[in-house]
């Protein structure tokens, strides 16, 4: 049941337990806003869960150090032989990866904020899991965005390369493509996808 997370921990959700549960991917390019938006969204909606994914990158200066568990690639490989990643990939040298959710089965919303690749990995597992791409409102506004996190101009020239080979893809693949021009706007958009795809599981 969905109550572990909500505020009061007393009630269950009843949106969560109405419907068969969801596996919400949201992916896109580096600089989409991404992080800032899955944070909005559990934010509004106790009975979404947001999975933390496991990395080997270093942590930039000012980041929250409960944005990943930030790990060494030993012990990330070791979790890759173990069988303990959901999905796992390579990203501009460093892993990335999702371990298995204990959240599965328990009435919760699970939301994944991943690249293209996991995505992909996710889709083939759970063909019914919601992939939304989201795009940034311009090329320029991306780098406007990559830059202000700080990274070093090659992060930053990587990603964008990176964005372009990807983006055509994900379109393809995606079951909803959303672009972040505003984050309120954003957010009500997923929110309704969201609900919607509650509703077809309802009446399944
Ligand atoms: P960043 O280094 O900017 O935090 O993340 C780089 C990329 O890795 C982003 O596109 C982000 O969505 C993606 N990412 C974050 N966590 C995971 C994960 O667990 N699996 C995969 N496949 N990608 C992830």
């Known amino acids: 049941m969905c109550r572990a997370w909500a505020p009061s921990s007393v009630q269950p959700c009843a949106t969560s337990l109405a419907h068969e549960q969801l596996i919400i991917v949201v992916s896109g390019p580096g600089g989409v806003g991404k992080g800032t938006i899955v944070d909005a969204l559990v ?10 994914s496991w990395t080997t990158r270093e942590r930039r200066a000012g980041e929250r150090d409960d944005a990943y568990v930030f790990t060494t690639a030993e012990a990330f490989e070791e979790l890759i032989t173990a ?5 796992w990939t390579e990203f501009l040298g460093n892993y990335y990866g999702t371990p298995r959710p204990d ?9 994944l904020e991943i690249e ?9 597992q759970y063909p019914d899991a919601v992939l939304i791409f989201v795009l940034p409102p311009s090329r320029h506004e991306q780098e406007r965005r990559l830059r202000g996190r700080g990274d070093p101009d090659d992060k930053v020239h990587a990603r964008l390369r990176k964005a372009e080979n990807e ?30 795809e509650r509703g077809l599981r309802r009446s399944a």
């Open 43 to 52: 934010r509004r909606d106790p009975c979404l869960w947001l999975s933390r």
């Open 83 to 87: 069988g303990g990643f959901l999905e």
């Open 103 to 111: 959240r599965l089965g328990t009435g919760a919303d699970i939301v």
């Open 167 to 196: 983006e055509p893809v994900g379109r393809e693949q995606a079951d909803y493509v959303v672009v972040n021009d505003e984050l309120e706007r954003t957010v009500d958009e997923m929110m309704t996808i969201i609900e919607r």
């Open 116 to 124: 293209l690749d996991g995505a992909q990995q996710v889709k083939r």
